[in-house]
């Protein structure tokens, strides 16, 4: 086994890249000024016990602990289990939210078994549309299938800042830079999700979602002082 491939399973140098990661993110958003905008119908769901479908574009999908009040119910979120995933959905787990790794093995079928279980136990499920791998900005049909079997309803969150880094990964992956002022935003989805629901109906419910994600997406960048980023 190589050196690199040795340290990067090493449990102890993963164990501090998380807490590393973690305090980073929580020394950002705690030296920053950040607005929130629209999450009083998310969490009068919540408060009414009603858990959610929680959706973000992989880019911001790292202010999620603090788009999610976990004082109000549980939350779950879908990570890969890739290497990098794993490392997200642990980062996560130190702000208090559980995770449900995908996998390339598992079927399609298994995965939605597990998370409707999830949901009907009473967990919000998060999912970053476009993930594990992309290609950036196209959302799944998966959240749609999730609110045609339940009938939870649809959310659709960003965050932005006037300060960032940006990685050079597939989804341009966004970090806020620490004494900066930021948004974070939250609106429902109006659409209803039927269960009847044919491929050509499908795809244009999957259309309408990702328009309103890159909607918010584009409202958070704004509110924070930015201009949109071009798809």
């Not at 040795?6 to 929580?26: C, F, H, Q, T, W």
């Not at 769901?45 to 992989?58: Q, Y």
């Not at 993930?131 to 999730?146: D, E, H, I, K, N």
């Not at 244009?204 to 509110?223: M, Q, V």
Request: hydrophobic share 40%.
């Amino acid at each position: 086994m190589s050196l690199r491939r040795k340290i990067a399973d090493s449990p102890r140098l993963n164990r501090a890249l998380e807490a590393m990661i973690a305090g980073y993110v929580r020394f950002a958003y705690t030296t920053s000024r950040w607005e929130r905008i629209g999450f009083e119908a998310m969490e009068d769901e919540l408060r009414r016990g009603e858990p959610v479908i929680f959706c973000v574009w992989h880019q911001r999908l790292i202010m999620a602990p603090w788009m999610f009040d976990t004082g109000l119910g549980k939350f779950c979120s879908l990570t890969s289990s890739a290497r990098a995933g794993m490392l997200v959905g642990s980062v996560l787990g130190r702000f208090g939210f559980d995770t449900v790794p995908m996998s390339s093995h598992k079927r399609h079928v298994a995965l939605s078994r597990e998370v409707l279980k999830r949901i009907a136990d009473g967990y919000t499920i998060g999912i970053a549309v476009d993930g594990p791998r992309g290609p950036a900005r196209v959302a799944s049909t998966v959240p749609l299938v999730w609110a045609r079997s339940t009938g939870k309803r649809i959310f659709v969150l960003s965050w932005s800042a006037r300060r960032y880094l940006r990685a050079g990964s597939w989804d341009r992956f966004l970090l806020p830079l620490p004494f900066t002022q930021g948004v974070l935003i939250c609106r429902p989805w109006s659409e209803e999700v039927p269960r009847g629901l044919d491929v050509a109906g499908t795809e244009e419910l999957r259309l309408r979602l990702e328009r309103a994600l890159d909607d918010i997406t584009d409202a958070s960048d704004i509110a924070a002082g930015r201009h949109p980023e071009q798809r």
